[in-house]
């Protein structure tokens, strides 16, 4: 070799030597980063790539014939890393007899070049273990790679050649060191096969984003709950927000691009303050980062949503704030229920242990006294028996018509329906209500519309709705004087659809105020020295679970001082016998 072509070759081969070794550390750069195995297989082809070069630049300026046989085992490397890598790269297990292999040639190489065998003997198992493998790295392009087939086979032809190039080079350098012509050949070559890796792996990493995108938006799009990421730079607006703030504003995504301050014009006005503290107060704000606000939906539907915020800082500076919208108005609903059922419990109970304590209270005081002897007279002994046993009847009442609410409130109070003709059910009532009204000595009259009610049926369990009568008609007796007249009424309203049982006293009434409260639990009219009149304040409302439980009506009217009308409405069965 001539001495000028010498050194021009020295410096090509310096350059690539140079080329890649750079080659190689960006992919071991890109491994510590991504922790992709194929990378730093990739960086290992080049690294004893560049080795194997380095052997060429000894070999041109001394032309010792072992280091051209040493290079010869850094090219197997580094076709095999390049093996390795595409192994990895379509995530096939590597088989571990590559490694043995080149373990055996290494071994091979180096008893061959102590022996001074012949160069033939020594590179031609090299030359055939290098055909092997670019072989296989094709196979697996051709099998794994899920690309068109003309680019399989282009990048498959690319690797070959390579390959090709590699294996005869082995054999070329049987005959020593001639010419540097081939293997600048296939160092130029060689460039070009790294571009190819490269856009290999840009189509891998523009494969992956585009997964982790389709993943990402399969999951946000889909999500009930709104996600929004919203901006301060260069103005404040909306950067992304999904299709699901629609499910729950009303309003589509696209109001919320055009107008960054929309949230502001939905929320309630309460919330003001806040809103606009997370989107409109800019970077510098004090950001909540969970809050439960009201909003008003676009069909004027009022609803609560919670939020929560997390900042976008970019050096130190907050840049942008990103959430998560939810509608929560359910769980508010419920979580409210839940605490007017718990309070009306606490309520009512305190109401029945109020209650049962008078009662109670009153039968241990006379209990006591009898034991004890504090009355010791016969005639107040009969007397405070008396009192024991009207208390206890009392507290058996309560306790009863307790039970039966309850009952009521759980569906797990029967009752016994019957088919029955209108007139049929006014007998039945008045047949079992009289006794009561009897008893009292009140002035009392009992109407029934019987040619109004013959041949309308109406499905009722007679039993209840006579104990609802008898509770009217009890009431009307206690809370009016003996002279004046209690009046029940059966009969049907003109469109024959109802049957009214209507009771009527002349009594002492109930206050415009204290009208709505009757049917409530526990509920007493105060009477006019301030305490409360006896009873237990059960018995409306019992009325009217069972009213109720017959798809009818209660209702009362009254006037105070000039008594009260309490309306009991049933429905008829539509049917009608035929005359
Ligand atoms: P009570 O067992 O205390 O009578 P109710 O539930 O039957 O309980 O009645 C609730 C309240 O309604 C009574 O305390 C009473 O003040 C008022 N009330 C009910 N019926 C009449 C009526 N006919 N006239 C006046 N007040 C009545």
Partial sequence: MQKGACVFTTYI???????????????FHIYRKEKDEFIMYWGLTWAFYSISLACLLTATD???????????????????????????????????????FSIYLTVWLCIAIYLKLDALSAALPIFIFDLLMIGTVCYVIMRYWDQKKNEKVFYCIAFSLWGAMKAFLVIYETSGFQSPNPYIGE????????????????????????????????????????????TFRPTPTFQYITPSIEEITGYSPQVFYNNPKAMLEIVDKDYFQLINSV??????????????????????????????????REDEKIVAVEGIIRDITQMKEAQDDLTTSKRSRDLMLSYISHELKTPITSILGYAT?????????????????????????????????????????????????????????AEYIREHTTPELKESEVAHKFIIEGEK?????IIV??????????????????YTRKKNQITVKCVADDKKKNIIISVADKG???????????????????????????????????????????????????????????????????ETYDE
Wanted: hydrophobic share 45%; net charge negative.
């Fill in 13 to 27: 081969i310096g350059t690539f030597i140079i080329l890649s070794i750079t080659v190689s550390a960006l992919f």
């Fill in 279 to 312: 989107f409109y107060s800019g970077p510098d704000a004090a950001f909540p980062t969970s809050e439960v606000f009201k909003i008003e939906r676009k069909d004027g539907a009022s609803i609560w949503v919670s939020m929560n915020v997390s900042v976008i």
């Fill in 461 to 478: 369990d007679p039993v209840r709705i006579s104990q609802v009568i008898t509770n009217l008609i009890v009431n009307a007796i206690k």
């Fill in 453 to 457: 009610l013959e041949g309308h049926n």
């Fill in 187 to 230: 160092m130029l070559y060689a460039g070009v096969l790294n571009v190819c890796i490269f856009i290999i792996y840009l189509r891998y990493i523009k494969q992956e984003l585009d997964k982790t995108e389709q993943r990402f938006k399969i999951i946000v799009e889909n999500a009930i709950d709104a996600i929004f990421y919203y």
């Fill in 62 to 100: 001394t032309e010792i014939h072992q280091f051209m046989e040493i290079k010869k085992i850094f090219d197997l490397y580094s076709i095999q890393s390049l093996l390795f890598g595409v192994y990895k790269f379509y995530r096939v297990k590597i088989p571990g007899f590559w490694m043995r």
């Fill in 508 to 574: 002492i009434g109930i206050a415009e105020e204290d009208l709505p409260h009757i049917f409530e639990r526990f509920f007493k009219v105060k009477d006019p020295s301030g305490g409360k009149t006896p009873g237990s304040g059960l018995g409306l409302p019992l009325s009217k679970e069972i009213v109720e439980a017959h798809k009818g009506t209660i209702e009362a009217k009254s006037k105070y001082g000039r008594g009260s009308v309490f309306i009991v409405t049933l429905p008829i069965y539509e």
């Fill in 369 to 425: 006294a009898l034991k004890d002897g504090t009355i010791g007279e016969e005639e107040e002994k009969q007397k405070a028996v008396e009192i024991i046993s009207q208390k206890s009847l009392i507290l058996e009442r309560m306790i009863l018509d307790l039970f039966q609410l309850s009952q009521l409130e759980t569906n797990q109070y029967s009752f016994t329906y019957k088919h029955m003709d209108c007139l049929e059910l």
